[in-house]
């Protein structure tokens, strides 16, 4: 059973526009929702987090928004840069220390 | 602080022999993670240890598998009777208990199995 879900398996923005990043999970005892950035042949690294009792954090260009009546987290790239092209996990904390991924959303911005 | 390394970083196998890899943790850490990742999906969850002890098992770790850390530094991950099903990346991360971000986990950059 899937429980966190990345529905997009590409997305392709142009440099400077906003990239927006969604995943779905249906586990209500999440109680953290983390995001990981993948280059090739590199282990992941973190880069946002938020907690289930706020409904937004922002770091630089990185903001991530939680809707937890819908089970929706999403990650907003603003503005999006070359360097970001990557492939991004979402992941979720179940209340113990393992994290549950999602499969992943390979991120390519254009020049 | 040099991040969290592992060792090898390739192994190609044959069927049903033995492997072992090695993860170093970042120093301070008390916490380590093994996941395993198969192309097209993201990490899942193995084992975790806190010091030495390891508390939690996935049930993906079969008879087969078995990880230790031993004095709760680095850590093993042995695979016994290899199957080609076990061709992987293995991902070791760490983190550390009671710092502003705990559940931040450290990734190494991971060692890929090929099972022949």
């Known amino acids: 059973d899937q429980q966190v879900k990345q529905n997009s398996p590409s997305l392709s923005v142009q440099e400077g526009r906003i990239s927006i990043l969604n995943c779905d999970y249906t586990?209500?005892?999440?109680?953290?929702f983390l995001w990981y950035k993948k280059y090739p042949a590199e282990g992941p690294t973190f880069l946002i987090s938020?907690?289930?009792?706020?409904d937004k954090n922002e770091d630089g260009r990185f903001t991530v928004f939680l809707n937890k009546s819908a089970k929706h987290l999403s990650l907003h790239i603003v503005p999006s840069q070359p360097g970001d092209s990557a492939v991004y996990f979402c992941?979720?904390?179940?209340?113990?220390?393992?994290?549950?991924f999602g499969q992943g959303t390979r991120l390519t911005i254009n020049p | 602080d040099t991040g969290v390394s592992q060792n090898p970083r390739h192994k190609i196998t044959k069927r049903g022999q033995n492997v072992t890899f090695r993860c170093d943790p970042i120093s301070e850490h008390n916490r380590l993670y093994w996941y395993r990742q198969t192309l097209g999906q993201g990490p899942e969850f193995l084992t975790y240890?806190?010091?030495?002890?390891?508390?939690?098992k996935s049930r993906l770790l079969s008879d087969r598998f078995s990880a230790e850390r031993p004095k709760g530094s680095f850590s093993t991950l042995e695979i016994q009777r290899t199957e080609q099903g076990d061709s992987a990346m293995y991902l070791c991360?760490?983190?550390?208990?009671?710092?502003?971000?705990?559940?931040?986990?450290?990734f190494g950059p991971g060692t890929r199995l090929t099972v022949t």
């Open positions: 938020i907690s289930s009792i706020k």
């Open positions: 240890f806190q010091n030495e002890a390891q508390l939690e």
């Open positions: 991360a760490s983190s550390i208990d009671g710092g502003w971000a705990p559940y931040e986990q450290y």
């Open positions: 992941a979720a904390r179940p209340g113990a220390q393992k994290l549950v």
């Open positions: 586990n209500s005892m999440f109680d953290y």
